[in-house]
């Protein structure tokens, strides 16, 4: 075939004159054949691991976002601080779990140098092995992520997946809350199909299958600075948290989910930080050992 | 401080409207220029991805390019000169026109051929050519994925197409 009337073919640019000496070309037959075998070679299907859904539904509050701008000197990606039950291991062999007690807190260090703040009564679980391949991490309860830049990271927990793209980020997961703040970078949450990006000041929470976008104001947890801050929360998390701080029990005949704490209270004294919970709220306390009785 | 953009990609329904209208183009290009083996869907999620972390700097009418070529450079990051591998699907649709589609020898050593020389392409030609020739992508279209001239495209698919036709001389039957 003559080479102009080719390529003039291969660009779809064929008058119907040259169309017609085209096509009773004695190539012709092999050429088209080629083109159309090629079809047989068409990607894969691509299926987005996360579709985009519209998250007008599951939202409930209007959001107000703040953006803020990004530090530039931390080289320091992102933080998470994901509290979540750590529902099966993934790994085999290489695996490092790190736990925490009531009232302590822990470092990590993964391999890349990303970095890890357990809350109390945590725990933490990595493969070192495969940590070249892929960044993830099981997280049970609380924590605050420093992640260093690279491929994504991963945090797992039981109701949710948190990718990073290299930011400061706090998770909480405990029971049927589950709460990410963004602090500084990108945060990525994945829950079922949708997936929600979140800026830093952004926050989500999920309480009993329902989710809603906040912001927050802080830079970072403020249980790193020993005190625990709260923004209206079912008061059995609070009360919850303050077990865990000061590894004590919490006794009451209140209806617990339903009054709200909006506050803070201190990790550095018990009396303190009863008080800071109970007199918002009008309650009283009794502290009897270990042993703390909450009433009207 | 203000934005003063009408659009813009940090808001998410901005974002999830570039997700959803140009993922499938990002992997697919991929796939054609690396191989299915080089996973192309990990790639376009992570070209998303650092979409999102420079949404303050790309505007959605770069949106595009920004993601071609960030997708391109990610896998060049990982890629250990991997063997381009697109793979056959036996599925293979028959000729439209009613035409006699014996032409061609269609063996298994033909398929083998025809990969091959697939991978055997420069990355160019090869996107350029199953972009066109595969995904029926417009000339003009598959220039401005690729920030070059349409006539850059052409020549790409000329090329290609030579290559191929060459390699594959052999089976043909009339």
């Given at each position: 075939?003559?080479?102009?009337?080719?390529?003039?073919?291969?660009?779809?640019?064929?008058?119907?004159?040259?169309?017609?000496?085209?096509?009773?070309?004695?190539?012709?037959?092999?050429?088209?054949?080629?083109?159309?075998?090629?079809?047989?070679?068409?990607?894969?299907?691509?299926?987005?691991?996360?579709?985009?859904?519209?998250?007008?539904?599951?939202?409930?509050?209007?959001?107000?976002?703040?953006?803020?701008?990004?530090?530039?000197?931390?080289r320091i990606a992102a933080v998470l601080v994901i509290a979540l039950g750590v529902y099966f291991t993934l790994f085999n062999d290489g695996i490092t779990t790190v736990e925490t007690a009531?009232?302590?807190?822990?470092?990590?260090?993964?391999?890349?140098?990303?970095?890890?703040?357990?809350?109390?009564?945590?725990?933490?679980?990595?493969?070192?092995?495969?940590?070249?391949?892929?960044?993830?991490?099981?997280?049970?309860?609380?924590?605050?992520?420093?992640?260093?830049?690279?491929?994504?990271?991963?945090?797992?927990?039981?109701?949710?997946?948190?990718?990073?793209?290299?930011?400061?980020?706090?998770?909480?997961?405990?029971?049927?809350?589950?709460?990410?703040?963004?602090?500084?970078?990108?945060?990525?949450?994945?829950?079922?199909?949708?997936?929600?990006?979140?800026?830093?000041?952004?926050?989500?929470?999920?309480?009993?299958?329902?989710?809603?976008?906040?912001?927050?104001?802080?830079?970072?947890?403020?249980?790193?600075?020993?005190?625990?801050?709260?923004?209206?929360?079912?008061?059995?998390?609070?009360?919850?948290?303050?077990?865990?701080?000061?590894?004590?029990?919490?006794?009451?005949?209140?209806?617990?989910?339903?009054?709200?704490?909006?506050?803070?209270?201190?990790?550095?004294?018990?009396?303190?930080?009863?008080?800071?919970?109970?007199?918002?709220?009008?309650?009283?306390?009794?502290?009897?050992?270990?042993?703390?009785?909450?009433?009207? | 401080?203000?934005?003063?953009?009408?659009?813009?990609?940090?808001?998410?329904?901005?974002?999830?409207?570039?997700?959803?209208?140009?993922?499938?183009?990002?992997?697919?290009?991929?796939?054609?220029?690396?191989?299915?083996?080089?996973?192309?869907?990990?790639?376009?999620?992570?070209?998303?991805?650092?979409?999102?972390?420079?949404?303050?700097?790309?505007?959605?009418?770069?949106?595009?390019?920004?993601?071609?070529?960030?997708?391109?450079?990610?896998?060049?990051?990982?890629?250990?000169?991997?063997?381009?591998?697109?793979k056959h699907q036996q599925q293979n649709p028959i000729s439209h026109t009613g035409e006699d589609p014996e032409f061609i020898m269609r063996t298994k050593e033909y398929y083998q051929q025809?990969?091959?020389?697939?991978?055997?392409?420069?990355?160019?030609?090869?996107?350029?050519?199953?972009?066109?020739?595969?995904?029926?992508?417009?000339?003009?279209?598959?220039?401005?994925?690729?920030?070059?001239?349409?006539?850059?495209?052409?020549?790409?698919?000329?090329?290609?197409?030579?290559?191929?036709?060459?390699?594959?001389?052999?089976?043909?039957?009339?």
């Amino acid at each position: 075939m003559d080479e102009k009337l080719l390529h003039k073919w291969l660009n779809n640019d064929l008058s119907p004159a040259e169309r017609t000496a085209v096509e009773q070309d004695p190539d012709f037959g092999f050429y088209q054949a080629i083109l159309q075998d090629a079809a047989g070679f068409k990607a894969d299907q691509f299926s987005a691991p996360h579709s985009f859904e519209s998250l007008e539904e599951a939202v409930a509050a209007p959001k107000t976002t703040k953006l803020r701008y990004l530090q530039p000197m931390l080289r320091i990606a992102a933080v998470l601080v994901i509290a979540l039950g750590v529902y099966f291991t993934l790994f085999n062999d290489g695996i490092t779990t790190v736990e925490t007690a009531m009232t302590e807190q822990r470092t990590v260090i993964l391999p890349d140098a990303s970095e890890v703040i357990l809350n109390a009564a945590s725990s933490l679980s990595f493969d070192g092995d495969s940590w070249d391949k892929a960044r993830q991490v099981n997280l049970e309860g609380e924590a605050y992520f420093k992640v260093a830049k690279g491929q994504k990271f991963d945090v797992m927990s039981s109701q949710g997946k948190v990718t990073v793209l290299g930011t400061q980020f706090k998770v909480i997961d405990r029971g049927s809350f589950f709460e990410v703040v963004c602090y500084e970078g990108r945060v990525a949450v994945t829950y079922g199909d949708a997936l929600q990006p979140l800026n830093p000041g952004d926050a989500i929470r999920f309480l009993d299958g329902e989710a809603r976008l906040y912001n927050v104001n802080n830079t970072a947890p403020s249980w790193l600075a020993e005190k625990s801050d709260f923004d209206a929360v079912p008061l059995a998390m609070v009360l919850r948290e303050l077990e865990r701080q000061y590894n004590i029990t919490v006794k009451t005949q209140l209806a617990l989910n339903e009054r709200q704490f909006s506050g803070t209270f201190t990790h550095k004294d018990l009396e303190q930080a009863l008080n800071q919970i109970t007199a918002p709220l009008q309650l009283t306390y009794n502290i009897n050992g270990k042993e703390v009785t909450i009433g009207e | 401080m203000e934005k003063n953009l009408h659009k813009d990609v940090c808001q998410p329904s901005v974002y999830e409207k570039l997700y959803r209208s140009l993922s499938k183009d990002v992997h697919n290009f991929l796939y054609y220029k690396f191989g299915a083996d080089a996973e192309p869907a990990d790639k376009t999620q992570e070209a998303f991805i650092k979409l999102w972390e420079n949404c303050k700097k790309v505007s959605p009418e770069k949106a595009k390019a920004f993601l071609f070529t960030t997708a391109s450079n990610l896998m060049l990051n990982s890629l250990k000169h991997k063997k381009v591998v697109l793979k056959h699907q036996q599925q293979n649709p028959i000729s439209h026109t009613g035409e006699d589609p014996e032409f061609i020898m269609r063996t298994k050593e033909y398929y083998q051929q025809y990969q091959e020389a697939l991978a055997s392409l420069t990355e160019e030609q090869r996107v350029a050519f199953t972009l066109s020739k595969i995904e029926g992508k417009k000339q003009a279209e598959i220039a401005e994925m690729l920030g070059v001239t349409k006539k850059v495209v052409e020549y790409r698919i000329y090329s290609a197409f030579a290559v191929l036709k060459e390699r594959l001389e052999n089976f043909r039957t009339k």
